[in-house]
């Protein structure tokens, strides 16, 4: 077993094992930290794909931003000591069946289905590639993409400072 | 390492996230569980893209919308939870039924 195997296993796992921490941890605070693994196990697989500049993004902005901000959500909104974390053992228990039944389908579907597999050859710098190909290429998806950036930022303050009725 | 390796850890992933959007009441925590799914889909894109017969770089760029998207969406849900904290005192999303600010 080569180190890149090696490596794919061991990210691989740490992806699943922090997920299914996330999904079933009884403290919040501890599934938010979990939560930082899952992006970095992610992350690596990118690596391992072959897609650094994206590994990097995911870093940048899964772990730098958007779980910086549930972090600071969990600890802005969890004065309430009595607030149940999770829903009763009956509903539980329909939510992990129908988890288990559609994992089993999808198992089904990956293994079943004939993938036309190739292995292309990496290219040198996926960064160059990108750059070229948001200025080209996805040129209009890019700038839709802008603009919804804009949108849902100015929403989101207008949100988050017009609260509770109180003007 | 084959593709099958990348599609069952992303199965996995998708599985976890929507069995946490599904078990959690917490409004915070069905976030968590939406970013697991987003980067579920986003680890599929990317697998893909490498071995299959498609330019290498589409799925990737697909993929980084897919950041993009989930960073708005994080944005404007957390300024929704805010609100419904101060609304009613928490998150619990059972206890949130009123659409009628």
């Not at chain 2, 929507?18 to 986003?42: D, H, K």
Request: charged fraction near 10%.
């Amino acid at each position: 077993m080569d180190v890149k195997t090696l490596l794919e296993l061991l990210f691989g796992l740490l992806t699943v094992a922090s997920a299914a921490w996330v999904a079933f941890s009884p403290k919040l605070l501890h599934a938010g930290f979990s939560l930082l693994f899952t992006f970095f196990g992610v992350a690596g697989l990118y690596v391992t794909l072959g897609a650094d500049f994206l590994a990097v993004t995911q870093v940048l902005v899964y772990i730098g931003g958007i779980l910086v901000l549930l972090l600071f959500g969990i600890l802005l909104t969890t004065a309430m000591p009595t607030a149940e974390l999770s829903v009763g053992p009956s509903r539980r228990g329909q939510g992990l069946a129908l988890g288990a039944l559609l994992l089993g389908l999808l198992l089904l579907a990956v293994f079943r289905a004939g993938w036309p597999l190739s292995f292309p050859p990496l290219p040198e710098n996926t960064a160059r590639g990108l750059g070229t190909g948001f200025m080209t290429t996805w040129i209009l998806p890019f700038e839709v993409v802008s603009i919804l950036l804009l949108g849902s930022m100015l929403g989101a303050l207008h949100l988050a400072r017009h609260a509770g009725g109180e003007k | 390492m084959s593709l099958h390796f990348y599609l069952v850890v992303a199965a996995l992933l998708f599985v976890l996230g929507l069995v946490c959007m599904i078990t959690r009441r917490n409004a915070v925590a069905l976030l968590m569980g939406v970013e697991l799914i987003l980067n579920s889909a986003n680890l599929n894109f990317v697998a893909f893209s490498r071995f299959t017969e498609a330019r290498a770089l589409d799925g990737q760029a697909t993929a980084i919308f897919v950041i993009i998207l989930a960073a708005c969406e994080a944005a404007v849900a957390m300024a929704i939870v805010l609100n419904l904290y101060r609304q009613q005192r928490g998150i619990d999303v059972d206890a949130a039924r009123e659409l009628q600010g």
